[in-house]
């Protein structure tokens, strides 16, 4: 089983299993030791994001920390924001 030790909310995440499989995401809650939510601000937008096992994912290193400074402040984050930011990793598809 996959640790969350090394997962951090911003964290750049690729799906290897389910129908979204090579998807390209952004962890933006860790809900326990096996599953986070994920979006994308396409096709998981912020206000519902995809809920996932960590098993079921390839982790980059790249993490976004203003992501987790928004959701701090409580601050509510722009689907448009999200793509911009994973636009660079959508292109290796």
Known sequence: ??????????????????????????????????????CDGELRKVSKPKLKKIKHLIVYNRVFEEIETHLNKNEKLNNAYIRRLLEPYNVQI
């Open 1 to 38: 089983m996959e640790i969350t030790d090394d997962l951090r909310i911003g964290q750049v995440v690729k799906s290897k299993a389910g129908r979204d499989k090579g998807r390209i995401f952004v962890v933006i809650e860790i809900v326990d030791d096996q599953y986070v939510r994920l």
